[in-house]
């Protein structure tokens, strides 16, 4: 690569890290607290027929992010329709995805909000990165009582922070 081309290719790396961060500055700008926010995703992931739904405060581990969303769906096809929903129903309230990945496999989807992260499985990809144990140090967030029941009922393997455990 000569000197012209490295160059450019600096200036074009440099200018993608200004935009994401731009966009990352952007995203704070919203109606909801990085808490509410992951309690909304986590209702419209329940609502969406979404298992083990797995709302963590990470605030007090990383300096990354404040909330953490970790859910399942059956296929591909349904954690491709929940991440949907997440974005839809997120925007209103001022939240836009800053950064979208594996929407194409439907495998593993990761919706990163800046101050939270939605983290949609398909189940064997969940069951082999087993994000839970990572961030089992974080705070299961509580939902309202009525979440709460139907993610009882959702829920297809133990929780590693108590509480909406399979019964």
Request: glycine share 8%.
């Amino acid at each position: 690569m000569s000197k012209t081309e490295e160059t450019a290719a600096d200036r074009k790396a440099t200018a993608g890290r200004i935009d994401y961060m731009t966009k990352k500055r952007e995203a704070l700008v919203s109606d909801l607290t990085s808490e509410a926010a992951v309690k909304l995703a986590a209702e419209v992931v329940l609502g969406q027929k979404g298992l083990d739904v797995c709302p963590i405060n990470v605030k007090h581990l990383t300096d990354i992010t404040e909330g953490i969303l970790i859910a399942s769906g059956t296929s591909q096809k349904h954690v491709q329709g929940m991440a949907d929903k997440v974005m839809m129903e997120l925007k209103p309230h001022g939240e836009e995805a800053i950064s979208v990945s594996g929407y194409e496999s439907g495998d593993w989807i990761l919706l990163d909000y800046g101050n939270f992260i939605v983290h949609l499985f398909h189940i064997p990809i969940r069951d082999f990165y087993n994000l839970e144990e990572l961030w089992k140090n974080g705070t299961f967030l509580k939902l309202p009582e009525e979440l709460e029941q139907i993610l009882k009922r959702q829920r297809t393997r133990s929780n590693p922070f108590g509480g909406g455990s399979a019964e």
